[in-house]
Structures are given as structure tokens and as C-alpha cells.
């Protein structure tokens, strides 16, 4: 029971990881007419599931009880090339490294967790949000499919949040769409569960490209 509720407080839009400030491109999409609706809402957060699940998906599961640093780091850069936009590869590194220091700061003890949230704040390793859920979630007692489902159904309610202020879609609107997404969820950590770390891969052009075209979107309410 403690480690659901540990696991649900990592997994909370509320905590400290600043995920808020990013779109993960939907700005882009909105900028480009493409985010007109909560179909359109739910087409976009699909691709970006479709992406996650043979890159971040793999990532985790890899990270989560593994103790050699090195190892980790590994994955860690490993997941970062599989991230080709700069704004998705930098948010994936700041909101992780955020989380990192967050969970450091509940006074979680273990030692895998310290010295790779050590290598992180020095620059040794990129700290993807993905690696670090991984990482954490050991000390805090959840298995790798409670992981993997809390760090998904976190990232789609924050690429939802984030949809419903671009469209703008009403509370109960932006909360059907995160309902009906459960399953895609699902079946995104089911994907590349026996995908080996160095065939990690994410294949989603439409998604890189509009990543790359919102860095130079003139009027922007997110960082990425």
C-alpha cells in the first residue's frame, strides 16, 4: 500500500519536476492548425505514446533495479540519441533532473539513487525523466510495471494539460480524452517489453518536425 501511494505522489501533476512549462511540441501543432479539438488532442498524445514506447518505455524498464552507474549512464545517453529534436531532447533532461532532486528531497535513501542523481548534477549523465523514474522507483518500493504505468499515465495527463489550455478544451472535455487514453497506455508499456536496450529506437517524423519548427514559433507559452 505505501509504495502505490509513494508511487502515485511521483506520478502527481503536482510534483516538482516542471513539466508544466513544457508542450513536448503540441504548441506547434496548434500554432499550425492542427490542435483544433480533443481529437486532435488525443492523435497527437498517440504519437508521442508511439514514441515512447521503443525509447523511454525500454529505457525504464532497463534502469529499474539495475545498481552499476556506469550501466545507467549508458542507457541514459543511449535514450537521449534516440531523441533527435533539441526541445524534447531538453526537457527530457530537465524535468528528470528536476525529479531527481525532488525525490532526493523527500530523504529517500539509496545509494544507486544518490550517486546517479550525483553523475546527473555533474553533467556525467543527460538524467532523462524516464531513466529516472527507473532509478527511483526501487528505493520507494513500486515493481517496473507500476513504474512504467504511473511515469506513462504522468506524461499523457501532462501532454493533456497542456493541450487543453492550446485548444482550449473545457475540465470534463480534457478529462474524457485522458480516460479514454488508458488503454493506449496500456498498450504502449506492453510494446517494446522485450526490446533490448541498444535497439531502443523513436520513429515519429511529424513529431520531430514540429518540435523543430516551435523553437522558432515567434508567440510561445512553453518552453518546448
Do not use: W
Not at 500500500?1 to 512549462?21: E, I, K, N, V
Not at 515512447?52 to 525504464?60: Q, Y
Not at 497542456?162 to 493506449?184: I, N
Amino acid at each position: 500500500m505505501y509504495a502505490l501511494l509513494r508511487l502515485l505522489q511521483l506520478s502527481d501533476t503536482a510534483f516538482p519536476t516542471g513539466s508544466f512549462s513544457h508542450s513536448m511540441a503540441l504548441e506547434a501543432f496548434a500554432g499550425a492548425g492542427e490542435l483544433r479539438d480533443a481529437q486532435d488532442l488525443a492523435r497527437v498524445v498517440r504519437l508521442h505514446l508511439s514514441s515512447l514506447a521503443t525509447s523511454d518505455c525500454v529505457a525504464l524498464r532497463a534502469a529499474h533495479g539495475e545498481t552499476s552507474l556506469e550501466r545507467l549512464s549508458y542507457v541514459d545517453r543511449l535514450l537521449s540519441a534516440t531523441k533527435l529534436a533539441r526541445e524534447l531532447r531538453a526537457a527530457s533532461s530537465s524535468t528528470g533532473r528536476r525529479f531527481l532532486i525532488s525525490v532526493a528531497a523527500l530523504g529517500v535513501e539509496s545509494t544507486t539513487l544518490g550517486d546517479f542523481t550525483a553523475a546527473v548534477r555533474a553533467g556525467a549523465s543527460p538524467g532523462n525523466l524516464a531513466v529516472g523514474y527507473g532509478v527511483a522507483a526501487p528505493a520507494l518500493g513500486p515493481g517496473v510495471e507500476e513504474t512504467l504505468h504511473a511515469y506513462l499515465y504522468a506524461t499523457v495527463a501532462s501532454l493533456v494539460a497542456a493541450g487543453q489550455k492550446l485548444v482550449p478544451l473545457g475540465g470534463s472535455v480534457a478529462q474524457r480524452v485522458l480516460y479514454e487514453l488508458g488503454g493506449d497506455v496500456i498498450r504502449t508499456a506492453e510494446t517494446g517489453e522485450d526490446m533490448e536496450v541498444d535497439d531502443m529506437h523513436a520513429f515519429s517524423p511529424t513529431l520531430d518536425v514540429r518540435s523543430m519548427m516551435h523553437e522558432r514559433q515567434r508567440t510561445r507559452l512553453y518552453i518546448s
